[in-house]
Nanobody, 124 residues
């Protein structure tokens, strides 16, 4: 099994920055691509960004392009999401996800492992 633990959430003013981390443990050799999703109150969970196993390929949702950057350090079994120019509409619980497949995908059902989430609050 794989365990994922997010950290780095918190309260930030609009225009500010936060960096989320996702630490993987367990059978980490089985992890392929990874991704970030988020869920705001009253809304469905949505895709934010994904990264291939090597880190050479990434894909971002249109809503975060140019503001968020996904990366990973396989030596540390950790994935990151650098969030800049945060907006109130970015406020949500952010979830880390991992899949056994190597392709970068955006669908929730394509991911095998999930973290518990970390809260991001953006004040206007």
């Amino acid at each position: 099994q794989v365990q994922l633990v997010e950290s780095g959430g918190g309260l930030v003013q609009a225009g500010g920055s936060l960096r989320l981390s996702c630490a993987a443990s367990g059978r980490t050799f089985s992890i392929g691509a990874m991704g970030w999703f988020r869920q705001a109150p009253g809304k469905e969970r949505e895709f934010v960004a994904a990264i291939s196993r090597s880190g050479g390929s990434t894909y971002d949702a249109d809503s975060v392009k140019g503001r968020f950057t996904i990366s990973r350090d396989n030596a540390k079994n950790t994935m990151y999401l650098q969030m800049n120019s945060l907006k109130p509409e970015d406020a949500a619980v952010y979830y880390c996800a991992a899949r056994r497949g190597i392709m970068v995908v955006t669908g929730e059902s394509d991911y095998n492992y999930w973290g518990q989430g970390t809260q991001v609050t953006v004040s206007s």
